[in-house]
């Protein structure tokens, strides 16, 4: 046995071991250098990570700082190139603060800044708003310097020690990395090259689309916007072709990432994305603009189709999610309007339809001028989103008219600007507009769905539904609306309720309120009929009872409203036909 031992061993050859315990050792010290060089990555990264959010909150402080001062001095007068640098700063510190926020934990100083005072800072160019845009800045401003505290004061602590087990985890994974490295070297120099007759052409263009393309979601990017916003711009001074802009923001996108992780983020922006796609198709084109920001172009398209399609991105993103997905501001350009002012009039209909939560609220002048300046005589912040809440209620409880308030609401702003009601007033017109049926929460729900005709005990109760929202606006401190809404039943000729006034005697917003509720509900659809009647057959209607019913003169606001509409879309089928 001794012999045998001693032959295997002499007889060996010595090689043969020293070569894997040799390659052992080396990957054994590859493995703890790899440790070490990613530990110092890892601590580099952090660091670096520290000195860019530095750099983000000392230019945040910096840019509050100078549109404070602009604004300021822009209180008492309107200078355009004064007006013009407070926009392009707003516009840059917004965009900033939402940059800061993604890197900021939940819950911190720095976080919220943009949601909480991005409105405030976007309508600082408003005299009228100058007051509310220069304590926001201040806010923001001391809220960057606290933030910035905060973070030198954790960059003075002693470094994060890695455990054991984080160190033997990061020596595999290094481990792994190498071996991986070695065998995608190998196989990459041993393949043979089999693209090598691809066209330079075919790959400029390849690198052209990918220039313009998010890789998330592969809509387009932020760049591609912009590029088809300016020929959208240059189309409608060409050819005369209006479009709609559509700004959409994720609701609960940091909840997401803060709680699932930002894979789960990931996949939720994925998802919505695809219902935009779906909901969009060929009227228009999705663009992924920043983190949680869409933007979406509808060329030869007006606020009313835009609100419409909307509403189905609303009802497809809470489907895919389970819950409310979306905010979306829509803006309009008809004449000469510049890209900036398009990009900000969207920008200033999302925040009124995150703070109000709204799923869409379409811009209008009234928004520009109703903040809490006492000057402005528009109802408050408060007042607003109040109203929204009514609203709200009133569609949980007529689930037969979903979009009836918003579709009369956006009519009254349409016919009061026809009528040359001033802007402050076309907002308090269009928050009527909204709650004109507010007092139908008091009403039987076995009288709103009934599909016959009502007898004269259910008449007299739903003509109460009047009173009962005057009562409801009053006590939520909307005296002016209450009393719009109020006299909306009343008829041109005095015989209409609660009060029988006639002519000049009704508010001529509760004459644009009447007009607007009956076209609505003869072109709408309800719980008693699939489809309403033809638009013109509406029209007609309207006329038949002009003058009786109705005042003649908003119905023939209406009447160039949708008229005008009309032609749009035939001029946009022309164009279509011959393209």
Request: glycine residues 8%; negative net charge; hydrophobic residues 45%.
């Amino acid at each position: 046995m001794t012999r045998l031992v001693g032959r295997h061993t002499s007889s060996g050859n010595p090689g043969r071991l020293a070569r894997p315990v040799s390659a052992a050792l080396a990957l054994t010290v590859v493995a703890f250098a790899g440790v070490w060089l990613v530990g110092t990555v890892d601590q580099r990264h952090v660091a670096e990570a520290r000195a860019v959010r530095a750099a983000e909150l000392r230019e945040v402080a910096a840019l509050a700082t100078r549109e404070r001062t602009l604004v300021v001095r822009d209180r008492h007068h309107s200078a355009p190139a004064l007006t013009k640098q407070i926009d392009d700063g707003a516009s840059a510190l917004v965009s900033l603060l939402r940059d800061v926020d993604r890197r900021s934990p939940a819950g911190s100083v720095a976080s919220e800044l943009a949601t909480t005072y991005g409105t405030s800072i976007l309508l600082g160019d408003l005299p009228s708003h100058a007051a509310a845009s220069a304590a926001a800045l201040t806010r923001v401003r001391s809220a960057a310097t606290s933030a910035l505290a905060a973070d030198e004061d954790a960059a003075l602590r002693p470094p994060y020690r890695v455990s054991a087990f984080a160190i033997a985890e990061i020596a595999s994974s290094a481990f792994v990395l190498l071996v991986g490295s070695v065998l995608l070297l190998w196989v990459g120099l041993g393949r043979p090259r089999r693209h090598e007759d691809v066209r330079y052409d075919a790959q400029v263009e390849q690198l052209a689309v990918q220039a313009r393309t998010d890789s998330l979601t592969q809509l387009g990017n932020h760049r591609a916007f912009h590029d088809d916003l300016s020929a959208a711009i240059a189309a409608r001074s060409e050819l005369g072709q209006p479009f709609t802009l559509m700004a959409i923001d994720l609701d609960g996108l940091k909840r997401i990432n803060d709680t699932k992780g930002h894979p789960a983020g990931d996949a939720h922006i994925k998802t919505v994305a695809k219902c935009l796609r779906s909901v969009v198709d060929a009227e228009g084109t999705v663009y992924r603009t920043g983190g949680d920001e869409f933007m979406v172009i509808l060329p030869g398209r007006r606020n009313w189709h835009g609100l419409t399609l909307a509403y189905k991105i609303d009802q497809s993103t809470k489907s895919a999610t389970g819950s409310r997905a979306v905010s979306i501001g829509l803006t309009e350009s008809l004449r000469t309007e510049p890209k900036h002012l398009l990009v900000r009039q969207a920008d200033v209909a999302l925040y009124e339809a995150k703070r109000t939560r709204l799923s869409a609220v379409t811009y209008h002048p009234g928004l520009g001028v109703t903040e809490e300046s006492p000057d402005a005589g528009g109802p408050s912040r408060e007042q607003r989103t109040l109203a929204a809440a009514l609203a709200r209620a009133v569609d949980a409880k007529d689930v037969g008219t979903r979009s009836h308030s918003e579709t009369v609401a956006q009519l009254c702003v349409a016919i009061g600007q026809r009528l040359g009601i001033p802007p402050a007033e076309l907002e308090r017109l269009r928050l009527a507009g909204l709650l004109h049926d507010v007092g139908k929460i008091g009403v039987a729900d076995a009288i709103l769905q009934k599909p016959d005709e009502l007898v004269p005990d259910e008449q007299f109760a739903m003509t109460e539904h009047v009173e009962v929202g005057q009562s409801i606006l009053l006590a939520a401190e909307l005296p002016i609306e209450a009393f719009w809404v109020l006299h909306h039943h009343e008829r041109f000729d005095g015989s209409g309720y609660p009060s029988g006034l006639a002519g000049a005697d009704i508010p001529i917003q509760s004459r644009i309120i009447a007009v607007a509720d009956a076209y609505e509900a003869m072109t709408g659809t309800r719980p008693y009929r699939q489809g309403g009647v033809p638009a013109e057959d509406a029209l007609v209607e309207l006329r038949s009872h002009a003058g009786t019913q109705f005042d003649p003169v908003c119905v023939d606001a209406l009447v160039e409203v949708v008229h005008d509409a009309e032609a749009e879309d035939a001029d946009r089928a022309a164009l279509s036909a011959t393209a």
